[in-house]
């Protein structure tokens, strides 16, 4: 090992170029106008898969094409599947970024540029944590797998059909994720639960067009304030909770023993409150912040459209207004008996002079997997080696809908093993990375391989 | 007459060739960037109203400049201002018109394009009635004043001040604005009644950015959730009414004899439903749609914005929301009491962790006039000349600030002639004149220039 580490730190800055260069490609995969740089994004992590040692191909999809690549040549050694997504967040607001989005850019030791945590640093770090054993020792000790899908930020829309019709191809004896983050600086963190989602966006509609609203202020619907009616009532401002009915039969209560485990952990309220300028955490009463991030379902606006939105005054009636809205599930909730309640709830508040329709889009069930394993315990192991601190347990408030789609289909639990941290921006204007992070990031993906070898 | 009448109706290819030019100024006050378009719409009224024989001048404001125009040649003889303006409202929702918004088109009869109606064909409609003595009787049978504005649609920041510092320039025996509509086809009508507006936009703020809903979803406030929430309380759901305290105080209740007139007026609410798509026209209790939009207050979102807005999914807890609002005001309410009333309720409906902003875009008093004057008397014999049709006395829910400021400064109520429809889509996409509407506007314009001599 001393041999495949001292490999890892003499290529610090190749390390480097390599993700800045994926980087540079605006692989977002919500806008279909960039259909080409995804494709680009494919080609490149084909490439690296190949030109390290595996044999890699593209597989096509309805949607954003999937990379697979795998190397066996650990005879009788356990095979590992590495997952990871090279798809990315749209990055508006643009003028909010202090360098350009897809220009990557370093400053006090992190680069900055969207997809550099999520997910093309981390998933990046274990690709050349397994090539460090390939230009050292001719190989990892164990067999390896790479799975690296194209519309993770869209809900990974087509990868359970995939994962489902290529039982075979991706078996394996245990899964890495790097996807998720450390608790905080120096607490590098293994994550055992996630959050489900369901995604809508709701339309509304009154008139055939905008219209005058001094001429027909007072005569005719208007879907805005409407709008606004029904977001307004799918909460109860009493309880925090949210108020579609249903919304929490099938919600597992955390059980005493985890509460106590959570409130164990580091977080720093004041801390947290001070970096996002808030004075406040509010939500559903009786439960902590990461008690309601990680164990609690929610329901947030994450988009409002409606009539005039340029500068100064337009007076307008608008004819529709839309609202994108995304609920965050947990054990044992169904998106899609969610999504149900969702739209059943906002038919029965709106209006009969209002026409209501919805999208979907995407879905992804919540997943605990338990939390004493023993590959949990190596993967922390591997975790304390590569950060050179001690790790903790977490869950966490994302989803990642591979995880549940893998233990479905190939009954595998995944290992979640975050190179990144709370503060990344994810999906956020100037996403960052932090080199040192991705370094050891690269360590630990090495140890890791050990680990499991063993 | 004969002569004057019989010049407008040769000339009819030409007014319309003029009415395009101007209409082609894309003249959009309430965009900064319009600012050459502006002028360029000033400097052709300008040369209009000098070409025809008036003296001619620009006034600069700290906003968009003011045309000015007269001719004081019919010694003895009342003086008439001519009050319209040039600028005109923004044309998004681009998508939705049918050709080019500054490229007028001829369709059935109707000439499609921003400022048709509202307010280049009208008040050019009266300069061309003006003219038309000019190029036939050596000059009109008063003495005539115009004044053109380039605020109109951001509610006339500057006019108010102008007018009051100069009132000697303006000073005359009556005010003629053509800025409002015919009751219905064949039904001409003049307007002796307006409402007032307060026009806000109101920010909220949770975080300091956009934050990932899984990773922050129920820790942190979401400002599209609570705009939403405040939004919905702005309404009471049972009455229809605005549930701002304070807001009925002023309102000068309909008296019975108004209200048996305006239920006279050949009102089809079942034509109005279908032409604008609707199954219902719903609004405060107790009153019919006419009586809301024309004699009761209303409050309206003109505009959401919030979040990601783009295509398909993004997972973000806004860092900020934002909604349009206008309040349109009936006699007597105090636009700048609403807007204390507005922002005092905000401010309280606010919780204490979301910080909140105002802007206000505009205010105007409401205005009515008696309706059974001699001069109205004058406007409706020219109106019935002109189109050969019994004219009709109405309000309109829209606001012209002038009127009030004509009234206060000069002392002087003004004659609201309407050329337009009420489907003219004005503020709407595919906005549009009747080219017959314009000619019979200027045979109107030149019949009540001869009344008013009377």
């Known amino acids: 090992m001393s041999k495949v580490m001292a490999h890892i730190d003499q290529n610090k800055k190749r390390y480097q170029d390599?993700?800045?260069e994926l980087l540079r490609i605006p692989s977002i995969s919500a806008d279909p106008d960039r259909a080409a740089d995804i494709r680009r994004a494919a080609e490149f992590v084909k490439a690296k898969l190949a030109a390290m040692g595996c044999q890699a191909r593209i597989y096509e999809t309805p949607g954003h094409p999937l990379v697979y690549g795998e190397w066996l040549g650990a005879k009788g050694r356990p095979t590992v599947l590495f997952y990871g997504h090279y798809d990315v967040q749209p990055p508006d607001p643009l003028e909010l970024w202090h360098s350009q989005p897809f220009e990557p850019t370093v400053r006090?030791?992190?680069?900055?540029?969207?997809?550099?945590s999520d997910d093309k640093g981390q998933f990046l770090a274990n690709v050349l944590g397994v090539e460090s054993f390939f230009q050292t020792n001719g190989g990892p000790p164990v067999n390896v797998k790479f799975l690296i899908e194209g519309e993770e930020e869209v809900t990974s829309t087509n990868l359970e059909h995939f994962v489902a019709a290529n039982r075979e191809l991706l078996k394996c004896d245990q899964i890495v994720v790097s996807d998720t983050a450390q608790f905080k600086p120096g607490y590098p963190a293994i994550c055992y639960g996630l959050r489900g989602?369901?995604?809508?966006?709701?339309?509304?509609?009154?008139?055939?067009?905008?219209?005058?609203?001094?001429e027909y202020g007072g005569a005719v619907p208007n879907p805005a304030n409407e709008l606004s009616r029904i977001i307004a009532k799918l909460h109860d401002p009493k309880t925090g909770k949210v108020a579609i009915p249903g919304f929490y039969d099938d919600v597992v209560e955390l059980d005493p023993k985890e509460r106590a485990e959570l409130a164990r952990l580091p977080f720093d309220e004041t801390d947290y409150k001070k970096r996002l300028d808030l004075t406040a955490l509010p939500g559903e009463n009786g439960y902590s912040p990461i008690e309601r991030t990680w164990t609690r379902p929610t329901l947030d606006v994450n988009g409002l459209t409606s009539g005039y939105q340029g500068k100064g005054a337009k007076t307008v009636i608008p004819a529709a207004a839309s609202a994108k809205i995304s609920m965050r599930l947990v054990p044992n909730m169904d998106p899609k008996k969610v999504q149900k309640q969702f739209e059943d709830t906002i038919r029965s508040l709106c209006p009969p002079y209002i026409n209501v329709r919805f999208a979907n889009f995407g879905m992804a069930k919540p997943v605990v997997v338990p939390s004493d394993s023993p590959a949990l315990a190596r993967a922390r192991a591997a975790l304390e080696k590569g950060f050179g601190a001690k790790s903790v347990i977490v869950r966490s408030g994302g989803s990642i809908p591979v995880v549940e789609t893998f233990k479905t289909h190939l009954g595998v639990a995944s290992l979640l093993v975050g190179y990144g941290l709370p503060d990344d921006a994810l999906h956020s204007p100037n996403e960052k990375f932090s080199l040192e992070d991705f370094h050891?990031?690269?360590r630990t993906a090495a140890h890791l391989l050990e680990e499991l070898a063993k």
């Open 18 to 20: 390599e993700l800045f």
């Open 440 to 442: 050891r990031g690269i």
């Open 197 to 214: 989602i369901c995604y809508m966006e709701v339309f509304l509609r009154g008139a055939n067009i905008d219209l005058h609203s001094g």
């Open 108 to 116: 006090d030791g992190n680069v900055y540029a969207r997809g550099a």
